[in-house]
Every structure is written in structure tokens, then in C-alpha cells.
């Protein structure tokens, strides 16, 4: 699993201009079971992904189609974790992806 932390590099007002080819890429990576969760920061910074892509190179493939990425309107910064506890409820994401397939 990977944690993927936008930080914003460009004005908010450049951040809007983009954000909504960025929902759709986030739509299009639900839609592909690559994204599990998403949301902005508080304060609005940049946003936080959690992805369950098989790789690194996965990831960092995925981020390229970013609107985002594309319009140098973010940084990333990737983290790989092995979630092994999660909350009543949400036992789904210790699970590897091989058995979420």
C-alpha cells in the first residue's frame, strides 16, 4: 500500500484551474480499484492519496496522468507501508493485493 502526499507548489487560484481534470483522474483511478481513499490537507496544502498499486513503479506511472503532475501545480511524496492492524470495520486494508483481487 502507498500513501501519496501532494503539497501544492502554485497559488491556490492555479490549483482551482486544474482541480476538476484532477477529480476525474481521481475517478478514472477508483474506477481502475487503484485509489482506496483521498481528500485534501487542512489547511489546503495539497491532498493525501492512499493507493494499493502493486509497485512503486506502478505509482509513480500513475502520477504522471495527474492533471497535477502534469501542470507542475504539486510535489509527491510516495510512501510504500504493510498496513497490519486496521479498525473494526476496516480489516479489508491489511489485506495484500493479491487477496483483494
Known sequence: MFIISLTYIKPIEEVDKHLAAHVEFLKEQYANKKFITSGRKIPRTGGIIMSNANSLEEVQSIITQDPFHKHEIAK??????????????????????????
Open 76 to 101: 509527491y511524496e510516495i510512501t510504500e507501508f504493510i498496513p497490519s492492524m486496521a479498525a473494526e470495520g476496516l480489516e479489508i486494508l491489511t489485506m495484500n493485493n493479491e487477496q483483494l483481487k
